[in-house]
């Protein structure tokens, strides 16, 4: 059995009050303050290069794909043609590269309230954004996503096929693009076909978050499929949610997300595939009891 590494040469993060995870350091690589968070990148010996804001984890270049492809995919193979997307947050630019894996994608705006975080995934975090930062249907906002939400896309009259909220955890500053009227300002925005994709947090160690999350989507959507995944870098199970009126990635059966994969000429895909879709909706008894109705 290895030796714990000594606290000094931890990254830890909780995930409760009563439990967390750690990772060895490495070296930092650059860490500061912005008008709105801390931030730190690490050059880490298990994950590579690393991004925190605020003590907690936010991606990393080895696993980034574990959340992002299922942030985006689960949702966007359910619909039909999605050719424009809002990301609010999201600003090392996982999402949007996800995004733009689909050939009738004609817009993706991103809205990101701290530009560094943009700036950060420009200088370090080439393999999680791979370019997507600078394509040219991207439309990057630096602004408060709330203010996007309820006043500029109103009135530039944008509609959305799917709004994708890649945010920090629901508290601080990202608490007000957690609540039901939030959710019910995106869903004004939406396509018919429209979904919001956001992930939840961990069922383990923060059901009581999970399970009023989904109790706010469920008031205002008429379908609300969690989904759950292994985040490495956040040291647990993770809860997503897919919430919409018309599109419900659940109904979709192996064969019909191969069919779409394929003609979509969607590849270079290291997690998401038929059989994880469709067992992202096939959940152990304690996760049917957390999410029920």
């Known amino acids: 059995m290895s030796e714990a590494p000594k606290p000094d040469d931890m990254l830890i993060e909780p995930l409760n009050d009563q439990a967390g995870h750690y990772l060895v350091k490495g070296r930092l690589i650059e860490a500061g303050d912005t ?9 880490t010996p298990h994950f590579g290069k690393l991004f925190r804001l605020d003590g907690f984890f936010m991606t990393s270049e080895r696993d980034e794909f574990f959340y992002h492809e299922n ?35 004609e817009e993706a705006v991103l809205v990101e309230l701290d530009g560094k975080v943009v700036d950060i995934a420009r200088a370090h975090l080439a393999c999680v954004h791979n370019g997507a930062l600078d394509d040219p249907r991207l439309t990057l906002r630096i602004e408060d996503g ?16 799917l ?16 609540t039901e009227e939030f959710f019910a300002q995106c869903k004004a925005l939406m396509t018919p ?21 989904l109790g706010r989507l469920r008031r205002v959507f ?72």
């Open 35 to 43: 008008p709105y968070q801390h931030y730190e990148v690490w050059d």
């Open 71 to 105: 942030l985006i995919h689960v949702p966007a193979i359910a619909m039909d043609a999605p050719r424009r997307a809002l990301v609010i947050g999201g600003g090392d630019g996982g999402s949007v590269d996800e995004l733009f894996k689909y050939p009738d994608m």
């Open 193 to 213: 076909q429209g979904a919001i994709s956001l992930h939840l947090g961990a069922p383990v160690y923060q059901p009581d978050r999970v399970r009023e999350l």
């Open 146 to 161: 709330l203010h996007y939400v309820r006043v500029v896309a109103p009135e530039e009259g944008k509609r959305f096929d």
């Open 163 to 178: 709004v994708v909220l890649d945010l920090t955890d629901p508290i601080g500053p990202a608490a007000d693009l957690y």
């Open 222 to 293: 008429a379908h609300v499929r969690p989904h759950f995944h292994y985040i490495p870098l956040y040291g647990s199970l993770w809860g997503m949610a897919c919430a919409s009126d018309a599109t419900d990635p659940a109904t979709l059966d192996g064969a019909a997300v191969t069919r779409r994969l394929s003609e979509r000429a969607i590849d270079h895909l290291q997690y998401y595939n038929a059989d994880t879709h469709c067992a992202a909706f096939m959940y152990p008894t304690y996760l049917r009891d957390l999410i029920a109705e």
